[in-house]
């Protein structure tokens, strides 16, 4: 069965420091992985995707996660947070089956200190 | 962005009472979705549909349903709402230029009292 583990529910930083956001997937073939971003009140978007070749893919807003399939991980990363960052972000997996669904982890609200 | 609009955006209506939602894209995508959003569980979808008159069930479908008449419009309906379908719902499409990512409409509040 198809899932995704956020496994941070919330995560604070301060402004400047590095972040990372973990994700883990479940999927019975070759996973396609993204990574979405929510601000409050808006919809989702698009920060980055992966489906094949380098395993370290990068994103809009200087974000860049890495696919590890020994450890069923896409892990996301900053290497210097902003306080526009402050945000809700979202796993998910899919890959080429149906209708191009996606599975949703549950999220992790990142909120940015000074 | 993508051309994604969705109608209303607020909503308030009472149980008991039929209420449809709106997803309107102008991208011409073949894949069109409808998810809700609640605190603690992340996107769950509802239903999809993969072509005009072409839908299927999500993982949350009991409740809704939808149509698909013409590739831009996707018509998420429920038939008598309740108070556990207080949510925020959105469209999402996919099949373009990046056939696999799914790109999202701003999202419909929906209040049940």
């Known amino acids: 069965a198809q899932s995704v583990t956020q496994p941070d529910i919330h995560i604070t930083v301060s402004e400047g420091a590095s972040l990372e956001l973990r994700c883990n997937y479940s999927?019975?073939?070759?996973?396609?992985l993204f990574w979405y971003v929510q601000s409050p009140g808006q919809g989702l978007q698009l920060l980055l995707k992966?489906?094949?070749?380098?395993?370290l893919v990068q994103g809009i807003k200087g974000f860049e996660a890495e696919f590890k399939r020994s450890q069923s991980s896409f892990n996301l990363r900053k290497p210097s947070v902003h306080w526009s960052d402050a945000a809700e972000y979202f796993c998910a997996v899919g890959g080429q089956t149906g209708a191009n669904n996606l599975f949703f982890g549950t999220g992790t609200r990142l909120t940015v200190i000074p | 962005d993508a051309g994604i609009t969705q109608s209303p955006r607020h909503k308030v209506t009472e149980t008991g009472t039929p209420v449809t939602l709106r997803c309107h894209q102008t991208?011409?995508?073949?894949?069109m979705y409808w998810y809700r959003q609640d605190p603690g569980h992340g996107l769950r979808l509802i239903h999809y549909?993969?072509?005009?008159?072409?839908?299927d069930k999500g993982e949350v479908s009991d409740g809704y349903s939808v149509s698909r008449s013409k590739t831009e419009d996707f018509l998420l309906t429920l038939e008598s709402a309740t108070s556990s379908q207080t949510s925020v719902y959105f469209c999402a499409i996919s099949g373009g230029t990046g056939y696999y990512e799914q790109y999202f409409g701003p999202g419909t509040r929906l209040t049940v009292t």
């Open positions: 549909s993969y072509g005009v008159k072409d839908t």
């Open positions: 999927y019975g073939a070759t996973p396609y």
């Open positions: 991208e011409n995508h073949r894949y």
């Open positions: 992966y489906f094949s070749g380098d395993t």
